[in-house]
């Protein structure tokens, strides 16, 4: 196959150092801060192993996908590196190698988070790859790959300081199918989640699940004991069938309402502008759960469904229909902003 970077010099993967002289430290210590995921029996987890088991083997299997996973620290050094090491990998034909296992960074400059790159994967990475960024304060973790260790590498004699907390530090909750998890974005900093974090300076937590989000009794009764400053139900995509979707989508959202009566809740219908029948009965079940909720005196619940979510940009906003490009993502945190906005408005950390 022949090598197009031999003809285009920016699509060149830099692996080498340079001139740099970098020390590397783990990234699972001190200074470092990790968000949306916990290490457990060797790997990063967005939930405990006992329970994704428990849950299906669809959660079992992604849920040591890092989507939403963060490291965040301050540095004074002039460059940045990254080792990244995975005990699995999956590689998609509709999505990029930078947001299924590459790594991107932003820093943080005049209260605004600003891209700096991406640490992009070399096409015939098998288990790792190495290469070096100017500074940043955060990197985002792979959305459909299994990270397992992660070293920060930076100038030797350059600070390394802990971050900040979010201005949000407990975090918002997201709850649904693999539009959540990230599919399709080009890299991980432009799924919805994070689009949104980066505006609000809200931590979260991303328990997106391909096609294995289906408001399970186990997820269910995992998910209403966290700790959690909103939580946003979103999974319409991968309930089977609107029968399930009916049995599923009020409870779930009834008894996350019984253990925590204060939290705000944002229902989510499926970003698609055009539905066909089926797809209109099942949105019905999901604004019945909010009618319900709202007839009963709930103030703290809210809506957005379809026409919201793809206002921007309708359906050319995916890949394949369903699953959201870049634009399509800006398209779905656009719409959710303002009630983020107003949510968070109301609420002292």
């Known amino acids: 196959m022949s090598d197009i970077a031999k003809i285009d010099k920016n699509f060149k993967v830099i692996s080498e150092k340079g001139d740099f002289n970098l020390c590397y430290y783990d990234a699972e ?3 470092f801060r990790i968000y949306g995921v916990k290490k457990e029996n060797g790997r990063f987890r967005r939930m405990p192993e006992e329970i994704a088991r428990s849950v299906s083997e669809g959660v079992y299997m992604l849920h040591t ?13 002039t460059c940045v590196a990254v ?32 891209y700096c790159g991406t640490f992009v994967p070399p096409y015939d990475m098998q288990d790792g790859f190495e290469e070096k960024k100017e500074r940043l304060v955060t990197i985002n973790f792979p959305l459909y ?25 407990t975090p918002v909750v997201y709850y649904g199918s693999s539009i959540t998890q990230g599919g399709c974005a080009s890299r991980p900093g432009m799924c919805y989640e994070h689009l949104l974090t980066r505006k609000f300076d809200c931590n979260h937590i991303n328990l997106g699940f391909s096609g294995s989000a289906k408001g399970e009794d186990a997820m269910r009764d995992w998910i209403k004991q966290l700790e959690m400053k909103v939580f946003v139900l979103d999974y319409d995509y991968n309930a089977e069938n609107c029968e399930q979707l009916q049995a599923t989508h009020e409870r779930m959202f009834r008894e996350v309402r019984e253990v925590q009566p204060e939290v705000p809740i944002i229902i989510m219908s499926r970003p698609k502008h055009d539905l ?24 703290n619940v809210y809506l957005l469904d379809n026409e919201a979510l793809t206002a921007d940009i309708g359906d050319e906003g995916t890949v394949d229909n ?28």
């Open 145 to 169: 790959s299994s990270l397992s260790k992660l070293y920060i590498g930076v100038e030797m004699g350059a600070d390394v300081k802990e971050a900040p907390d979010y201005k949000y530090e």
């Open 65 to 77: 996908n890092t989507a939403g996973g963060r490291v965040r620290f301050v540095t004074d050094s």
């Open 83 to 114: 080792r990244a090491e995975f005990a699995d990998m999956h590689f998609l034909s509709h999505m990029p190698r930078t947001g299924v296992v590459g790594l991107d960074m932003y820093v943080r400059e005049r209260e605004k988070e600003k």
């Open 29 to 31: 210590q001190k200074p």
């Open 322 to 349: 369903v699953h959201p490009t870049d634009s399509g993502f800006v398209s779905m945190a656009r719409a959710i902003a303002p009630v983020l906005d107003k949510i968070l408005g109301k609420i002292q950390e």
């Open 276 to 299: 066909n029948d089926g797809e209109k009965k099942r949105l019905e079940i999901i604004r019945s759960t909010y009618k319900r909720a709202v007839d009963s005196g709930d103030k």
